[in-house]
């Protein structure tokens, strides 16, 4: 088989999918303990498994399975699913049931996994004239989000992935474009939109050549507002061959420094989980190649539990990632679909674990925004845990006027929050309070503080209702 060669590496150039049929043929695979892959084999049942070569022989160390963090985020996990629902479907698997009852176990367990976090098919689609554009997402005002309906599956699979539900193929889950016409006809009509956001799955999953159909034409002069175009991508980690060496690398680089020469910002929007990510020579050499066509790679990703939930972890992803020319973008918090409980990590110990991290890096890797919660309202950041005592005279007046009680008690802890990004352009940048809970790992189980019913930017009634309506995909 051919392979590119870089200093201190062999990597093969061919992409091989991996998956719950074809993972016993791994070398690798057979190492590990009986126990193990039979649990593995019963999770991969209910949740998508798809991993590659590159990722199995470049990322996982695998004297460190099942500990290791790449394993952690490719390999299906025990702890994914509940004793019961794992129980069951090993005990049909065991007993040899028929492949109907085994389907309508893992029927079950996904309905109640949930699958399609609230309104994700509803909210924020694009309209012209009434018509909804499938696949056309504006929810804030410079930035539409557009999913390509060839770029809606991964060269790998996040275990935590909110797209579980797409990519297992139940019915009603996928999101997508069938065409850019209808996309530049809504841009045309949209001239505050300055960003395009071009995201899957993985558009990057995408030949050339189909991927040029959907970019070029936002090139035409007629769309000079919009000034940037992301792509967000997981291919830099999981399969770099991508930018080096598939028979399309080098039009794909052609197309990138084509939108440099329309004098277009073009953004890929990294997916970056782990410092390892970055190792590999062939990694390395994609982000030069890309960097070399003018374009800018940011990174960013979930806080994620078993994967990277440690300050170190970050600290060393963004200085690597700073010293190979990259920007730190954003830290996300992990949403409430599919696994959640396994891979969730508390508000407030995502707070401290980037605080951490970031005040152990320079100030050029602190550009990365979070941890945020891509929510209803918009994009909540933790800023930090203040006692009522340490509040400035300016954030008692906005505590006060967001409702406070006369009873205060001075020790009382607050977890102060902000927008980054909002719906309501009036919301952004703007300062509220939340009451301390060490256990709460999304807005619907924060509570507002000083005794208040809802946060100010709630209507009556939405506090019951989760908050996490989202259609982007975790890399935008
Ligand atoms: C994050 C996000 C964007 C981009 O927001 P920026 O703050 O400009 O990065 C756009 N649309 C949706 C739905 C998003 O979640
Ligand atoms: S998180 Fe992104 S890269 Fe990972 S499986 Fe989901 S869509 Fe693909």
């Avoid at 695998?62 to 004793?83: A, T």
């Avoid at 049909?92 to 949930?114: H, Q």
């Avoid at 009434?130 to 929810?139: D, M, N, S």
Wanted: proline share 6%.
């Amino acid at each position: 088989m051919a392979t590119v060669t870089l200093p201190g590496s062999a990597v093969s150039t061919r992409y091989h999918a991996i998956g719950r049929s074809t993972v016993s043929g791994m070398p690798e695979w057979q190492r590990l303990d009986s126990d193990l892959r039979h649990g593995i084999d019963i999770v991969a049942r209910v949740m998508p498994f798809r991993t590659n070569r590159y990722v199995v022989e470049n990322l996982i160390d695998w004297s460190r399975v099942p500990g290791d963090p790449i394993f952690q985020l490719v390999f299906p996990q025990l702890g994914m699913l509940s004793k019961t629902d794992f129980d069951d479907v090993r005990t049909l698997v065991e007993a040899a049931a028929d492949v109907e009852s085994i389907g309508r176990a893992v029927e079950r367990i996904r309905r109640g996994l949930n699958p399609h976090p609230a309104g994700q098919l509803t909210h924020n689609t694009a309209k012209i004239a009434g018509r909804p554009l499938p696949g056309v997402q504006h929810k804030y005002r410079e930035t539409v989000v557009f999913f390509p309906a060839q770029g809606q599956t991964c060269h790998a699979y996040c275990t935590y992935c909110f797209r579980w539900a797409q990519f297992v193929g139940m019915p009603g889950m996928r999101i997508e474009a069938r065409s850019t016409a209808d996309l530049v006809a809504y841009l045309k009509a949209h001239p505050e939109v300055t960003d395009i956001l071009i995201t899957g799955g993985d558009p990057m999953i995408m030949a050339t050549r189909t991927l040029r159909r959907y970019i070029e034409p936002l090139l035409a002069p007629e769309l000079e507002h919009v000034q940037n175009i992301r792509i967000g991508t997981k291919s830099l980690a999981y399969w770099p061959q991508r930018f080096v060496s598939d028979a399309d690398a080098d039009d794909c680089l052609r197309l990138f420094g084509e939108v440099a020469a329309a004098n277009r910002h073009l953004a890929i929007m990294g997916h970056y989980t782990h410092p390892i990510e970055l190792q590999p020579a062939l990694a390395r050499e994609a982000i030069r190649r890309i960097r070399d066509t003018g374009a800018q790679v940011r990174m960013q990703a979930p806080l994620i539990r078993h994967v990277n939930d440690a300050p170190e972890i970050w600290s060393e992803l963004w200085r690597t990632g700073v010293r190979l020319g990259l920007v730190p973008y954003y830290m996300f918090i992990e949403r409430d679909t599919g696994p959640h409980s396994y891979f969730a990590v508390p508000l407030v110990r995502a707070h401290e674990i980037f605080r951490r991290a970031a005040a152990s890096v320079s100030g050029l890797a602190r550009s990365a925004q979070g941890p945020t919660m891509s929510a209803l309202p918009g994009k909540i950041r933790i800023l930090g845990v203040v006692t009522r005592t340490e509040l400035t005279d300016r954030q008692r007046t906005v505590a006060f006027r967001n409702g406070s009680s006369s009873a205060v008690d001075p020790r009382e802890q607050l977890l102060v929050c902000d927008f980054v990004q909002a719906r309501d352009a009036s919301l952004i940048q703007t300062v509220f309070f939340a009451a301390f809970d060490p256990g709460a790992t999304w807005l619907d189980q924060m509570r507002p503080a000083f005794g208040q019913e809802r946060f100010s930017f709630e209507q009556a009634g939405e506090r019951t209702a989760p908050l996490h309506a989202f259609t982007e995909c975790l890399l935008d």
